[in-house]
């Protein structure tokens, strides 16, 4: 019999993907592929970022308000206080190594949701351990600071809720790939 709802003689029945899982594979492709473009664009435009922050370069137009901004903070008491502690962290060197660790965990998240699409486990592990070069990135750039935690925090964020949403699918994932 040629009927497709019957199994063949040696065929596993797999379950259908959930479909949460398919909505998480999803948005991480979409948002794993944003991540990798944008910290491409980070690193490649490092050196501009830093001036307009440290305030070397002038701005190009008045939607630069990154300059405009950080000029008004250093003319304050506060602000002169926080340029001097954070602000000043935020050179060429930091911004590219910051955007080469989110570029990297976006390619290893990448390649973790691409393997729990196809139903793998070990897509599971290698998508947390994207995360986790996301969690650690800041604190190998700026050092064991309030700063380093909260960048890691807010960078990932919604890799740890993803984390939280793929454990749920988890029984479905299995050691081979699917056909």
Do not use: H
Request: with cysteine.
């Amino acid at each position: 019999m040629n009927d497709s709802s019957f199994l063949e003689a040696g065929e596993i029945y797999r379950e259908p993907r959930p479909s949460l899982l398919t909505v998480l594979c999803v948005l991480s492709f979409i948002g794993s592929v944003w991540t990798i473009a944008t910290a491409g664009y980070i690193y490649y435009t490092a050196d501009r970022t830093a001036g307009l922050i440290s305030g070397t370069e002038q701005p190009k137009s008045a939607t630069d308000s990154m300059a405009i901004a950080a000029g008004r903070l250093k003319k304050s008491a506060f602000g002169k206080k926080f340029y001097t502690n954070i602000v000043s962290k935020f050179d060429s060197r930091a911004i590219r190594f910051s955007a080469a660790g989110n570029m990297l965990s976006g390619i290893i998240t990448l390649l973790g949701a691409w393997l729990m699409w196809k139903g793998r486990k070990a897509g599971y592990y290698i998508y947390i351990a994207g995360t986790g070069v996301l969690l650690l990135a800041p604190f190998i750039v700026y050092g064991p600071t309030l700063l380093a935690g909260g960048i890691a925090v807010s960078g990932a964020f919604i890799g740890l809720v993803f984390i939280a949403l793929y454990t749920l699918n988890y029984r479905w994932l299995s050691g081979q790939a699917e056909t």
